[in-house]
């Protein structure tokens, strides 16, 4: 099982800009596909965006769409998310998954390992 290691995050103004990192240990993520998950106080955790093995792919929600961008560096192994026009809307703990497996999924259920998460914080 691959250990992630998330870092970045923290207090942003609206439109502003963070970005997220996620290092994996333990073995490599060259065949894993990745994802970001979010969740906000009192809400279930949903999805952000997700790229496949070789980031050839990435399918993101729809709120983050043209904001957000996932990216991948398997010799690196890390994965960022970089975002972009922040709104307060987008406050929540953010988690990396790992998901052995070369394609994408939505499901949080589909990923295997999990980052410790990180908060974001979007003022208005």
């Known amino acids: 099982q691959v250990q992630l290691v998330q870092s970045g995050g923290g207090l942003v103004q609206t439109g502003g800009s963070l970005t997220l990192s996620c290092a994996a240990s333990?073995?490599?993520?060259?065949?894993?596909?990745m994802g970001w998950f979010r969740q906000a106080p009192g809400k279930e955790r949903k999805f952000v965006a997700s790229i496949n093995w070789d980031g050839g792919y990435t399918y993101y929600t729809d709120s983050v769409k043209g904001r957000f961008t996932i990216s991948r560096d398997n010799v690196k192994n890390t994965v960022w998310l970089q975002m972009n026009s922040l709104k307060p809307d987008d406050t929540a703990v953010y988690y990396c998954a790992a998901r052995s497996g070369l394609y994408t999924s939505n499901y949080a259920g589909d990923y295997d390992s999990w980052g410790q998460g990180t908060q974001v914080t979007v003022s208005s």
């Open positions: 333990g073995r490599t993520i060259s065949s894993c596909a």
